[in-house]
Structures are given as C-alpha cells and as structure tokens.
C-alpha cells in the first residue's frame, strides 16, 4: 500500500519568521493521518523549521545539494549537511533547476546517488514542456529523463518520482487528472522495466504543477498518483492545509 506524500516546495520564499510562522499554523491544525506532509523550506530556514517539528510527523526536505561530500564549492551544500540537521529529503532536479541552473541528467544522475548514499530520499523531478507535449513526444521525453537520471541506481525503494509538466508549474494550468495519471501509469510502467514490477508498484508518484485546494481531491483520487508536490498554494497555510485534508 502505497501511503499519499505531500510535499510543500517553497522555493525561494519565506525567511526564517514566515517559515515559523507557517510551520505554526501546520502545527495547531487537524492534519489528514493518512498522508505524510513534507515541507521543502529554503536552506536557511531548515534548521529553525526542523527545531520547531521535533515532535511532529510532519518532515523536512531540501530542495537541492550538491553531489559532492566536501570541499571548494563555494556556495553548494553537501548531502552530509543536509542529513546532519535532520533532513530526510531532497527535491533533485526540478525543472526550475534544469532550466535556470543548467542541471543535466548527469548531474542529476550523482545527486541521486549522492542522497542514496548519505540515506536521503530523492524526489526526482520529470517533466515535458508545452513544445514537447504539443509534438506529441512527452512520453519519449519522461522515459529519457527516468532513464538517465536513473542510471545505475539499484535503491528504487529509496526514491519517489514527482511527474511535473513544466506548462503547469506556476502557471494556474493543471494537467488534467487523465492526463496526469496516464503519465504517472506510464512513469510506472519505465520503473518497471529500470527496477522490476515489484518494486515499481511501491515507488510513490507524485504529481505537481498548480495543485490547489479545489483540484487536489480529484488529483489525489487518481490510481497511479500517490501525492502532490505543491508550490505556490504551500504557501498559504489554509491552502495547503486543504490540500492535505482533500
Ligand atoms: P506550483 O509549483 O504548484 O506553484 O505550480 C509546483 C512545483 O514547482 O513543484
């Protein structure tokens, strides 16, 4: 049985008081028992975030690192600091990642690993674009991504998949709950084939791209789709709360 993930990705947003702020109202709400929420806060509000969730079901991730464990990488973050402070997982690459960073499925392919490694759990994030959707290639472009950004990676258990078409990210545009679950039935189906039926069928899915509370219950509903990452309507504590709730 696959138990429901929902993840809040908060981006660039929220500094150490409205990270508290918002954790707060998390905590003194009546949160759905049948689904983990994870909050992906920025790194500078990790630490403070994980202080005050200490008694809490409710996890912490990141929403990036680098691969490396050490060393001259001014600016990076290593999975070992991550995992120091209590984080369980991480957001590796996002499309917001793979177009304005430049990651490749190389790179992603050794932050995979690296969480593995160092006992994170990846959420790795795939998606088409509008164009890619529009000629038709969308499968094409999610098996590519699975396939590469899998690579030699023998821990499937240890992953979860978040499917995000990137014309629905911060967009207001849902993909539709068919459209979502015939990808995630699909992404399923490459798991499968990378990892075996097994452990394919226990791996959660995630769907992101503009989940709100009023299209949450239908996305949540869908077979393939084991949870949502969620960025902007995270943001709003009442949102998220009825997104959590749906
Ligand atoms: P959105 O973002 O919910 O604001 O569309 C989702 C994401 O980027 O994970």
């Given at each position: 049985?696959?138990?429901k993930?929902i993840?809040?990705?908060?981006?660039?947003?929220?500094?150490?008081?409205e990270?508290?702020?918002?954790?707060k109202?998390?905590?003194?709400?009546?949160l759905?028992?049948?689904?983990?929420?994870?909050?992906?806060?920025?790194?500078?509000?990790?630490?403070?975030?994980i202080?005050?969730?200490?008694?809490?079901?409710i996890?912490?991730?990141?929403?990036?690192m680098?691969?490396?464990?050490?060393g001259?990488?001014?600016?990076?973050?290593?999975?070992?600091?991550?995992?120091?402070?209590?984080?369980?997982?991480v957001?590796?690459?996002?499309?917001?990642?793979?177009?304005?960073?430049?990651?490749?499925?190389?790179?992603i392919?050794?932050?995979?690993?690296?969480c593995?490694?160092?006992?994170?759990?990846?959420?790795?994030c795939?998606?088409?674009?509008?164009?890619?959707?529009?000629?038709?290639?969308?499968?094409?472009?999610?098996?590519?991504?699975?396939?590469?950004?899998?690579?030699?990676?023998?821990?499937?258990?240890?992953?979860?998949?978040?499917?995000?078409?990137?014309?629905?990210?911060?967009?207001?545009?849902?993909?539709?709950?068919?459209?979502?679950?015939?990808?995630?039935?699909?992404?399923?189906a490459?798991?499968?084939?990378?990892?075996?039926?097994?452990?394919?069928?226990n791996?959660?899915?995630?769907?992101?791209?503009?989940?709100?509370?009023?299209?949450?219950k239908?996305?949540m509903?869908?077979?393939?789709?084991?949870?949502?990452?969620?960025?902007?309507?995270s943001?709003?504590?009442?949102?998220?709360i009825?997104?959590?709730?749906?």
């Open positions: 049985m696959r138990k993930l993840a809040g990705n908060w981006k660039m947003n929220n500094d150490v008081e990270s508290l702020k918002l954790i109202s998390l905590l003194t709400s009546e759905n028992e049948d689904v983990d929420v994870l909050i992906c806060p920025a790194f500078t509000s990790l630490y403070p975030v202080h005050e969730l200490k008694n809490s079901s996890k912490v991730g990141a929403q990036n680098h691969f490396e464990d050490k001259a990488f001014t600016g990076e973050v290593s999975p070992s600091m991550l995992k120091s402070l209590g984080v369980e997982y957001i590796i690459g996002h499309s917001e990642r793979r177009q304005h960073f430049g990651e490749t499925d190389k790179i392919n050794k932050k995979i690993k690296a593995l490694k160092h006992g994170l759990k990846p959420i790795l795939v998606g088409e674009s509008l164009e890619q959707r529009e000629a038709g290639i969308e499968k094409e472009t999610v098996r590519a991504q699975l396939i590469k950004d899998l690579d030699g990676v023998t821990d499937g258990l240890k992953i979860v998949v978040a499917y995000e078409p990137i014309w629905a990210i911060g967009t207001g545009k849902t993909a539709t709950s068919h459209q979502a679950n015939e990808m995630s039935s699909y992404i399923r490459v798991l499968a084939d990378i990892f075996t039926v097994d452990i394919a069928d791996i959660l899915i995630q769907y992101g791209g503009s989940v709100k509370a009023s299209n949450a239908e996305i509903e869908q077979s393939h789709i084991d949870g949502a990452l969620v960025g902007g309507a943001l709003i504590a009442d949102e998220f009825k997104i959590i709730n749906y």
